[in-house]
Structure formats: C-alpha cells, structure tokens
C-alpha cells in the first residue's frame, strides 16, 4: 500500500470572512521528462492496480509524484541495483511527457541525484524517473499477485470510489 501523503493546509475564507473547510494545497512545479510508452502504460497500470487494492493516490500524477519520492528515499547502492541499461537508441522509443509534481519531491529527486553523481552515476533525469517508475511497477505487480490490469489509453482526471 502507498503512504498517506504529506500535505500542508491552508484555511480558505468565506466572503462573509468565516473560515472554511481547509483545504489541501502543496507547492507544485511541471516536470518534464522522455519515457517510453511502455514506461507509460505500465505505470498507469500500476496505477490503477493500486487503487484497486485501496490505494489512495487518485490521480496519475499523484502515483508518479510517489513512485520519484520512493526512488528518492532509496539508498545509492539500492538505486544502482534497480538501474536499468541505459544507452542511445538507434530510433526514437518515446516522447516527452510532464506531470505536476510537488516542490519538495523534486528537491528530494535532485538530493538523491546528486547523491548518484557523487557515486560515479550519472543518470539523466529521465532514467533516473524511468529506474523510479519501473522499480513501482514492480512492486505493485508483486502487490497484485504478479498481473496488473490493462489500463485504458486515456486515465480519467481523478478515480473515485
């Protein structure tokens, strides 16, 4: 199962001046990286075999917001063991693709990058992503019992239950 996720609160006003519900608000920047469609497809599918499970990420980019922070609060020598062959294709195999992500993920991402470099790997922020979301593929496969459902060609903007 996925951890709840940590959000700061901010208290909204009525015109009358009263205070609100709070609402959930988190700093957020665009995150723009290449992946594959396979990339794509399989984590959508992860996605969506968490939900099932009572996962509480409802929407894509909330999952792969996770899947970075994960990857981010692994160890170096963990990132180097789920690191994938990474090299120049001969053609092109994916597309660019962004995700609103929160601030503070980013900066854990860039932490652990950093920490990569430190160790005499240089991944890209784009492998680096791509080692993230094929290592939470992976354990939500493991979750689901080994298959993941197939998931539509187009997600809706947020699951509800």
């Not at 396979?38 to 969506?48: G, H, M, P, T, W």
């Not at 917001?65 to 294709?89: C, I, N």
């Not at 601030?103 to 160790?119: F, G, K, L, P, V």
């Not at 992976?138 to 809706?156: K, W, Y």
Request: charged share 25%; glycine share 6%; hydrophobic share 35%.
């Amino acid at each position: 199962m996925t951890p709840e996720p940590e959000t700061k609160t901010k208290a909204t006003t009525t015109a009358k001046g009263t205070s609100a519900k709070a609402a959930q608000v988190s700093d957020t920047v665009r995150l723009g990286i290449y992946i594959t469609p396979e990339d794509v497809d399989s984590a959508k599918s992860a996605y969506l075999a968490d939900w099932q499970a009572g996962g509480h990420l409802d929407t894509f980019a909330k999952w792969m917001a996770y899947a970075f922070d994960a990857h981010a609060g692994r160890s170096v020598s963990e990132r180097t063991r789920l690191a994938r062959p990474s090299g120049r294709s001969e053609t092109r195999t994916g597309s660019s693709r962004s995700f609103v992500i929160p601030t503070d993920t980013i900066a854990r991402m860039r932490e652990a990058i950093a920490q990569d470099q430190a160790a005499d790997r240089w991944p890209s922020d784009s492998a680096w992503c791509s080692d993230a979301i094929a290592a939470a593929v992976e354990q939500s496969r493991t979750r689901a019992g080994g298959t993941l459902p197939t998931a539509p060609a187009r997600l809706p903007n947020r699951l509800r239950r």
